[in-house]
């Protein structure tokens, strides 16, 4: 069974820039949660999808925003990138939305010039 | 609101040498206690887990006990390889919303 995907897994962009970052879930699991993950902040947790519907959400302003579409797959899209937007952005997929069925893909690599 | 704590990093051991890494939390409900490991360039992946107090989790030699007592879930392993170098991330989290509160994570480097 393959394991969850991120796309891309390297991004630059510039302040003022928006971008978009897609996750697939392994196939079956109906959960996508994102984390982001800095040196200073270590991993925070950013929302989490079930069925298309977001469940939970971190602390983040609302430039951080995400979706799920009817197949699982989510994004998360951050507008208006500032310089502290860099880092690693994780997520991870479950079955039923459970903690104890979280897995991780490899992330996307956000740098903000 | 929820918190994990982690004793900070890095951690160098010789290979073979007995490993532990002190994880403490606070909860206002009953969570699963977890550690994930992360290597160079790569994801996290779960390392065991322990759902309720007194439970063991364990696997690949490491081993976790959920100590509600004294609020710990401490990691450890007897006899630690190179290929154990990584960062390692207690959790915690509770099963409706899919949401994981980590500790700052440990970096741990084992040399030959």
């Known amino acids: 069974k393959a394991g969850v995907t991120q796309t891309p897994r390297y991004l630059i962009k510039t302040r003022g820039q928006q971008v978009t970052l897609s996750c697939s879930p392994i196939?079956?699991?109906?959960?996508v949660s994102w984390y982001q993950q800095t040196p200073g902040q270590g991993l925070q947790f950013l929302f989490e999808?079930?069925?298309?519907?977001?469940?939970n959400k971190g602390n983040f302003p609302g430039r951080f925003s995400g979706r799920q579409f009817s197949n699982s797959r989510s994004e998360m899209n951050v507008s208006t990138l500032e310089l502290g937007d860099s880092a690693l952005y994780l997520c991870?997929?479950?079955?039923?939305?459970?903690?104890?069925?979280?897995?991780f893909g490899p992330g996307t690599r956000l740098t903000v010039l | 609101g929820d918190s994990v704590t982690q004793m900070e990093g890095p951690v160098t051991l010789s290979e073979e040498a007995f490993l532990t890494i002190n994880c403490t939390y606070t909860?206002?409900?009953?969570?699963?206690l977890f550690w994930y490991v992360q290597y160079p360039g790569e994801g996290l992946q779960l390392l065991l887990k322990?759902?309720?107090?007194?439970d063991k989790g364990s696997n690949k030699g490491f081993e976790a006990t959920y100590r509600k007592e004294t609020t710990s879930f401490h990691l450890e392993k007897g006899s630690v390889q190179v290929s154990d170098s990584a960062v390692y991330f207690c959790?915690?989290?509770?099963?409706?919303?899919?949401?994981?509160?980590f500790g700052q994570g440990t970096e741990l480097s084992v040399k030959p």
């Open positions: 991870a997929s479950g079955l039923a939305g459970g903690v104890d069925t979280q897995y």
């Open positions: 196939s079956g699991h109906r959960s």
């Open positions: 999808y079930f069925s298309e519907t977001q469940r």
């Open positions: 909860a206002t409900g009953y969570p699963s």
């Open positions: 322990a759902t309720k107090a007194d």
């Open positions: 959790a915690l989290g509770y099963n409706q919303g899919g949401k994981l509160i």
